[in-house]
C-alpha cells in the first residue's frame, strides 16, 4: 500500500518534470528493470492524463459560463425571449381570437349589406337600369366564351363511331412530344389517340414497336401540342436497389392515379432479366406507366402483373429504353433527335410537389 | 480574452440557429458550450487547421450537435438549412464523443467517491491549490498528513475509474 502510494507520488513528479536529473535517472532505471513496476507507471500516467484532461474541460466550462453570464449582463447576449412569448400567447388564444375574428366579420358583413341595401333605395332609376344591362351584356359574354371553350372540348379528335380498342400510359421522353408506352398497348392499333391529365387530346404516331422487350415510342403530332423545354424527371440507366422507394403514376381510370410501392426483386416474371418485380399496386390501364424513384426518375415501365398473386407487378427496367433508342436511331433518321432527359429536377422536393411537375408529362394512350 | 470574443461574433448566430429549430434559449447555451469545447479539443490536439472561416465551422459543428441532440430525444427533426459551404465536422466530433464519454466516466467515479476525497481532490487538481492550504481548509495538522490522505483517495478514484473504464470497452 505504502509502495503503490509512493510509485503514484513519483510518477506525479516524473509527469510533472519536477524530478532532479539523478531521480529521474533512477526512476528510468527501475522502471527498466522491474516490468511490474513499469506497468503501474504506464498505468497511472494515463490516468493522470485523464485527470489532468478533467480538470481542463472542468476550468473550461467553468470559464464559458462565467463568460456567457458576463456578456448575458452586458447586454452583448439576448435572449429570445419575446417571439417566444408572442407565440405562446398567440398559441393559448388562438381560438378566442378566431371566434372574435369571425364575430367581427360578421358584423362588419351585415353592416355593410344593410348600408348598401340603403344605399341601393336612394339611387335613381337610371343607374338601375344601366347596371341591369352591364350586368346582362357580362352575362352574354361569358356564355359565348363558355360555348366557345365548350366547343372546342367537345371536338374529339377520336375516330367517329368507334368505341376505343384498348388503352393504357404513356410518358414523355422528349418535350418534343416522343411518348413511350408498352408494344402491348398500341399493338395493332389502326391509330392512337394520347391524353394529358387535364384530358386534352392529341394525335399520336407509332414510330417504333419493339415486342421482345415490349416498348413502343409514339410521336404526338398534333398541332394543340405545345412542346416542352424540359422534362422534370430523368430515365435511370443504372440499376435500382432492392428496397427502394417507388411511386407511379398511370391512367387504370379516366383519371391519373397515383400510387407507390418498393424495389421487390432485381428480375421479373420467372427470372427475366429484362424486367424487375416491384410491389405496388396496379391494374389494366396502367400499362406503360412510369415508374419512379424517390429522385423522380424513370426507373422502369409497368408492363405486367401476376394473376395469381397480389402486388407482384413488373415492369421493364428504364435502361431498355437507352437500348430501344439505339434500335431507332438505326433505322429511322427523323428519330436522331430524341434527347433523353438525363438530369431530374426533382430531387429533394415533396411528392405533391414532384406529381404536379410530372403529371403533365404521363399522357393516358387510346387506341382505336 | 479569445473565448469571449469568439462568444461575442458567434453565440447569437448559434443562438438562432438553435431557436428557430425547436430549440430553447438554454439548449442554444449547451450547444454553443459544447461546440467550444470541441474546438477548444481540436486546437489543443495541435493538428488544427481551419481550412473556412471560424464561423462556418463554429455552424458546422453546432448543427451537427443540435441535429444529434433532437435525435437523441426522439423530437421532430427539421431539415436544418447548410450554409453556402459547410466543413465536414465528422471526424471531430467522433473525437469529442470519446473523449466526452471518458470525462464522463471520471464525473461519474468522482461522484461516488464520496465526501471528503472529492472535495480534496477537486481543490489539488482542479483548482489547483496547494497542499498547505488544503491542510488549512480541511483541518489537517500538517500538509503531509494531507498529502497522504490525497494519495489515498486517488487510489480509490483510480480503482473506479478503471473499473468503469473497463466496462465501457
Aim: charged letters at 25%; hydrophobic letters at 40%.
Amino acid at each position: 500500500m505504502i509502495e503503490e502510494i509512493q510509485i503514484l507520488e513519483a510518477v506525479e513528479k516524473y509527469i510533472r518534470g519536477e524530478m532532479t536529473p539523478e531521480e529521474r535517472t533512477q526512476f528510468e532505471e527501475l522502471r527498466r528493470t522491474n516490468s511490474e513496476i513499469d506497468q503501474l507507471v504506464v498505468e497511472q500516467t494515463m490516468f493522470f492524463n485523464q485527470l489532468g484532461n478533467f480538470s481542463d474541460w472542468k476550468a473550461l466550462k467553468v470559464s464559458l459560463n462565467e463568460v456567457h453570464n458576463h456578456l448575458a449582463e452586458q447586454g452583448e447576449i439576448r435572449q429570445p425571449q419575446p417571439k417566444g412569448v408572442v407565440r405562446e400567447l398567440w398559441r393559448r388564444y388562438k381560438r378566442v381570437m378566431a371566434v372574435a375574428a369571425s364575430i367581427a366579420g360578421i358584423t362588419t358583413l351585415l353592416i355593410a349589406t344593410t348600408v348598401s341595401m340603403i344605399a341601393r333605395k336612394q339611387s335613381t332609376e337610371d343607374l338601375q337600369q344601366l347596371r341591369r344591362e352591364f350586368r346582362q351584356e357580362v352575362a352574354n359574354k361569358k356564355k359565348e366564351v363558355l360555348n366557345e371553350v365548350d366547343n372546342k372540348i367537345k371536338i374529339s379528335k377520336a375516330p367517329e363511331n368507334i368505341a376505343p380498342k384498348s388503352g393504357g400510359t404513356g410518358f414523355l421522353i422528349d418535350g418534343k412530344g416522343y411518348l413511350v408506352t408498352n408494344a402491348h398497348v398500341v399493338n395493332n392499333a389502326n391509330s392512337v389517340i394520347v391524353l394529358n391529365s387535364k384530358g386534352q387530346e392529341f394525335r399520336a404516331n407509332i414510330i417504333h414497336i419493339n415486342i421482345a422487350s415490349d416498348l413502343a415510342v409514339l410521336r404526338i403530332e398534333d398541332n394543340d401540342f405545345k412542346p416542352l423545354a424540359i422534362l422534370p424527371y430523368s430515365i435511370r440507366k443504372s440499376g435500382t436497389d432492392l428496397g427502394e422507394q417507388l411511386f407511379t403514376l398511370g391512367y387504370p381510370r379516366n383519371e391519373i392515379v397515383y400510387n407507390e410501392g418498393y424495389m421487390s426483386a432485381k428480375t421479373g416474371y420467372k427470372g427475366d432479366t429484362l424486367t424487375c418485380q416491384i410491389g405496388v399496386q396496379a391494374n389494366p390501364g396502367n400499362s406503360g406507366g412510369p415508374v419512379f424513384n424517390k429522385n423522380g426518375e424513370v426507373v422502369g415501365i409497368i408492363n405486367t402483373r401476376e394473376k395469381e398473386a397480389e402486388g407482384v407487378v413488373f415492369a421493364v427496367t428504364a435502361r431498355n429504353i437507352f437500348l430501344l433508342m439505339d434500335d431507332i436511331r438505326k433505322s429511322d433518321t427523323a428519330a436522331r433527335n430524341i434527347k433523353l432527359p438525363l438530369l431530374t429536377t426533382l430531387r429533394n422536393l415533396d411528392r405533391t410537389q414532384q406529381i404536379r411537375k410530372i403529371e403533365e408529362c404521363v399522357f393516358m394512350v387510346k387506341t382505336y | 480574452m479569445a473565448i469571449e470574443s469568439i462568444y461575442k461574433l458567434h453565440y447569437s448566430m448559434v443562438q438562432a440557429l438553435i431557436v428557430n429549430n425547436n430549440g430553447s434559449a438554454d439548449d442554444a447555451r449547451d450547444i454553443f458550450q459544447e461546440a467550444m469545447i470541441v474546438l477548444y479539443e481540436k486546437a489543443s490536439s495541435g493538428t488544427f487547421e481551419l481550412t473556412s472561416q471560424l464561423k462556418t465551422y463554429i455552424y458546422s459543428i453546432c448543427r451537427r450537435l443540435w441535429l444529434k441532440r433532437l435525435q437523441q430525444q426522439q423530437k421532430f427533426v427539421p431539415d436544418i438549412a447548410a450554409l453556402d459551404e459547410m466543413v465536414l465536422v465528422e471526424d471531430e466530433l467522433e473525437h469529442h464523443d470519446r473523449k466526452n464519454s471518458e470525462l464522463m466516466m471520471m464525473e461519474k467515479a468522482m461522484l461516488s467517491l464520496g465526501e471528503p476525497c472529492k472535495s480534496l481532490l477537486e481543490s489539488y487538481y482542479l483548482q489547483k491549490k496547494n497542499m498547505t492550504e488544503i491542510a488549512g481548509d480541511f483541518g489537517y495538522t500538517n500538509a503531509d498528513n494531507a498529502k497522504n490522505q490525497k494519495y489515498k483517495c486517488l487510489m480509490r478514484l483510480k480503482k473506479i475509474f478503471f473499473a468503469e473504464y473497463k466496462n465501457n470497452r
